[in-house]
């Protein structure tokens, strides 16, 4: 027996294990919490969902399922995050996601089943693409939420009962691992949260370890890089950090629900003519149009904001402007997140930015913004600045894509 311990380790040592994944899958980023937990280093394969490498020959020769996760480990292919998860766990128990007491085994296990049979693959790709068949596009969007929802009311009423600093008690558990990434698909088809006070919790503490930070979807290796500078209208696009960005004709073809989805009625930052012209059009729909005398028999043309009803004369840079909240000497964190940068939001980033910035306010307009205005005189941020508001705000609203910070030209 003593050998073969020893021999196991000692093959565990020698052979590298490498993950199989994408870095927007959500049950590859299960496994990787749990290798991080368990303190296993691995490789990082990517297949690209997106441009669907993970349907080509090559890869169906390593998972007929044509799904990911997959990890090699041990000389061997495991395939599905749960068979992997529970492997990981009876491989390595030295620290343990499953409590060693049996009732309570099992209510980890429920949990983990629920997420994992019952929420995930109803709002997963193949789904989605069989309802917009059947039912039309808006169906998609809705189906995933009601369904989210339904898991989640379930989900809620458990843990409210079970939880302490974790789903279950004080320790981390798999319930913990399933349950961040199900968040984050929750974040991603707009499904209204308040209802869910436990769950929201839970992942605010969890996201506080630095493990679970460094897990998440734009900390990946196949994350997109942030793009180069450009002018976009009359501001500077100083960041961008956008998975949406190079690959705009890919994902708008893509109904992967495990990909980003691309916000068709929000202006999409770019540097292309044709992408500002869309952006002016998109602006000028939030504006009613009209027509003032302004004496001398002359006629002005107005617009007014839909949202906060300010009045303007019709002019398309000022008004994408406005809506943007390009303003000089300001600088602008700029989120093209589903839902409004809710309140704790607002609250948790002055928090972690005390003395740094002035105010932080949450305008009233449809284009999601959290704009940060600077103290003192200084007009810029630092590159570094910057970065870490980016993340900042990235990892407070969730949300892995679409987070820039803007700057007026003026500035
Ligand atoms: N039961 C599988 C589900 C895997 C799964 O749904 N993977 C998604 C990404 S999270 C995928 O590969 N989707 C691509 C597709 O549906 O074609 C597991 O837990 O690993």
Known sequence: MADTGKADKEKAECGKVVLHT???????????????????????????????????????????????????????????SIAILEYLEER??????????????????????????????IQNARVLQGIEKLAGPDARLEWAQEYITRGFTALESMLEKTSGKYCFGDEITLADVLLIPQMNNANRFKVDL???????????????????????????????????????????????????????EIVSQSEDD??????????????????????TKEAKKHFDRYVVESGDNKHKEMARCKYCHREFVYNSTRMSQHLLGAKDSRNYVQTKACGAAPAHVVENLRRLTPGKLSSIRRPPHKYQRVAVDETAQRSNFSRQEREEIVRLVQLQLRQEQSVEVLQSKSA
């Open 92 to 121: 390595y128990p030295e620290k343990p996601l499953l409590p060693s007491d049996l009732k309570k085994r099992a209510a980890v296990r429920t949990v983990v089943n629920m997420i994992a049979s019952s929420i995930q693959p």
């Open 194 to 248: 308040s209802p869910f006070p436990t769950l929201v919790r839970l992942r605010d503490t969890l996201y506080e370890l630095e493990l679970v930070q460094e897990s998440t979807v734009e900390k990946q290796p196949d994350f997109p890089k942030p793009t180069d500078s450009g002018v976009v209208d009359n501001r500077i696009v100083v960041h961008r950090a956008s998975a949406t960005g190079d690959h705009e």
């Open 258 to 279: 495990d990909c980003q989805e691309t916000q068709p009625n929000e202006p999409q930052s770019g540097t292309s003519h044709s992408s500002r012209t869309e952006h």
């Open 22 to 80: 994408y870095c927007h899958s959500s049950c590859g980023w299960r496994v990787r919490l749990a290798l991080g937990l368990k303190g296993i280093p691995y490789e990082y394969k990517s297949w690209n969902l997106l441009t669907r490498e993970h349907l080509s020959e090559e890869f169906k020769k390593i998972s007929p399922l044509q799904l990911v996760p997959v990890l090699e480990i041990d000389g061997d292919v495991l395939v599905d």
